[in-house]
T-cell receptor
Framework: RKEVEQDPGPFNVPEGATVAFNCTYSNSASQSFFWYRQDCRKEPKLLMSVYSSGNEDGRFTAQLNRASQYISLLIRDSKLSDSATYLCVVGREKLTFGTGTRLTIIP | DTAVSQTPKYLVTQMGNDKSIKCEQNLGHDTMYWYKQDSKKFLKIMFSYNNKELIINETVPNRFSPKSPDKAHLNLHINSLELGDSAVYFC?????????????FGPGTRLTVL
């Protein structure tokens, strides 16, 4: 079983729609959780950290379910500029990256 | 004002050659990393240094040798390049070691071995 699993997509979503990604992780001792974003042929960049109580940053909402070892990312009112690959990342002594979910927003 | 920079950006070379990639960060971070992203886009850690000391060494062939001359620099030397080494290599840095800190990535070095 992979340490961090994500649906690779692609997700093709019309502009303005809401889209949600999920991710599961295998190590119950994981301590920190993040979503990174990677644009085509670019480096990954932190989108947001994920906290146990859930957190929101503008149009983005992240949730963590420790019991089910599950992380989610919700994007509301999607923009063309949201097109990217979204990497689920889990940390303990190091960061472990999922293979990413590719999102394309269609005009 | 590039935070994490890498050179070269592209590297095309023949099998069997030796090559180096350089990385520098101006963020004042203590910890630096090398990652490999293969053709399937899987990003995997190779090495991590904290204050010039090696702290993570994943199962990487001995042909790969990192070197950290100071906290701000982490270089990667690769001997006897093989076709399977073709990938994008990312350098990254963070305030400290462990999985709790945001990591800042360089732009990547796209290595092609012919």
């Amino acid at each position: 079983r992979k340490e961090v699993e994500q649906d690779p997509g692609p997700f093709n979503v019309p502009e303005g729609a809401t889209v949600a990604f999920n991710c599961t992780y295998s190590n119950s001792a994981s301590q920190s959780f993040f979503w990174y974003r990677q644009d085509c042929r670019k480096e990954p960049k932190l989108l947001m950290s994920v906290y146990s109580s859930g957190n929101e940053d503008g149009r983005f909402t992240a949730q963590l379910n420790r019991a089910s070892q599950y992380i989610s990312l919700l994007i509301r009112d999607s923009k063309l500029s949201d097109s990217a690959t979204y990497l689920c990342v889990v940390g303990r002594e190091k960061l472990t990256f999922g293979t990413g979910t590719r999102l394309t927003i269609i005009p | 004002d590039t935070a994490v920079s890498q050179t070269p950006k592209y590297l095309v070379t023949q099998m069997g050659n030796d090559k180096s990639i350089k990385c520098e960060q101006n963020l004042g971070h203590d910890t630096m990393y090398w990652y490999k992203q293969d053709s399937k886009k899987f990003l995997k850690i190779m090495f991590s240094y904290n204050n010039k000391e090696l702290i993570i060494n994943e199962t990487v062939p001995n042909r790969f040798s990192p070197k950290s001359p100071d906290k701000a620099h982490l270089n990667l030397h690769i001997n006897s390049l093989e076709l399977g080494d073709s990938a994008v290599y990312f350098c990254a840095s963070s305030q400290g070691p462990g999985g709790n800190f945001e990591q800042f990535f360089g732009p990547g070095t796209r290595l092609t071995v012919l």
